[in-house]
């Protein structure tokens, strides 16, 4: 519920801090529980825990021990101090010399060699060479299989391939045709048509196809029929006009046009 009194700022109380805490137990006393440095004892935690541990820290290996002395830091391990000495590599008259595997590098004073000639011409030892030299023997040429006499021929065993697959062949036709009971057929005979004779072949293809175009024209844009006849007239009259058109395109085509002899 909202009221006006709500608005007056109340007067802060500064909270009371309580007391400090101070442990009863006495923190400059060491820890009577703590098991550190005891690894390896059976001593129970309780009393007496601080005697053992300080007579166990005397005998073990973690850190610095009351029994070893403190090193001198002059006195640290020299490079090569553990290591046994090779008396086979001594300076003795007894012992022999072993050479280096490489040679040494050289000193910062030595200067190399230089100012080196030669006097071999080699212009002319390069011709005396090449003068004297033995001529070596020309290669054998390769087989020209196009210079043999069977160039370009087919090869005999082609022919007797192809010929036992033809005979293979006859023989399949001839036993299918036993079993269906066919009679072998003559083949018919062609000849090819008179460029005339097609030329007025096709003009009177044109002719028909406009007379029955013409016909067809006046029923075509019917698509309610009363009778059946004026549906099957319309449908042969679409089949006619087809064919013709089929035998016109026929005709029309590059080349000869085959007809039969008989």
Same mark, same amino acid.
């Given at each position: ?19 400090? &805490? ?128 069977? &160039? ?22 001839? &036993? ?87």
């Amino acid at each position: 519920m909202e009221s006006i009194y709500n608005l007056v700022p109340e007067p802060y109380v500064e909270p009371q801090k309580p007391p400090m &805490y101070k442990s009863k137990h006495d923190p400059l006393q060491p820890l009577t529980s703590s098991t550190f440095g005891l690894h390896g004892t059976t001593a129970t935690v309780g009393g007496g825990i601080e005697q053992i541990k300080k007579s166990h820290i005397l005998s073990s290996t973690f850190g610095p021990s009351a029994k070893n002395s403190v090193h001198s830091p002059s006195n640290f391990l020299k490079a090569g101090s553990k290591t046994k000495k090779d008396l086979s590599r001594t300076t003795s008259k007894f012992t022999r010399s072993i050479p280096a595997s490489k040679p040494s590098v050289p000193r910062r004073g030595d200067q190399p060699v230089m100012g080196l000639h030669t006097s071999k011409n080699f212009i002319t030892a390069n011709a005396v060479e090449a003068i004297l030299s033995v001529p070596q023997m020309p290669q054998s040429k390769s087989i020209d299989y196009r210079s043999k006499e069977d &160039y370009g021929t087919v090869p005999e065993y082609l022919s007797e391939v192809k010929e036992e697959i033809r005979r293979e062949n006859d023989m399949i036709d001839e &036993y299918v045709r036993r079993q269906l009971g066919e009679e072998e057929v003559a083949p018919e005979e062609f000849e090819a048509m008179d460029e005339y004779e097609r030329e007025d072949l096709i003009n009177k293809l044109k002719t028909k196809w406009d007379a029955v175009n013409a016909r067809y024209q006046l029923t075509a844009h019917r698509v309610n029929f009363e009778s059946r006849g004026d549906i099957n007239r319309k449908q042969s009259q679409e089949a006619e006009l087809k064919r013709l058109e089929n035998d016109i395109m026929v005709l029309q085509r590059a080349g000869q046009v085959m007809i039969s002899a008989d």
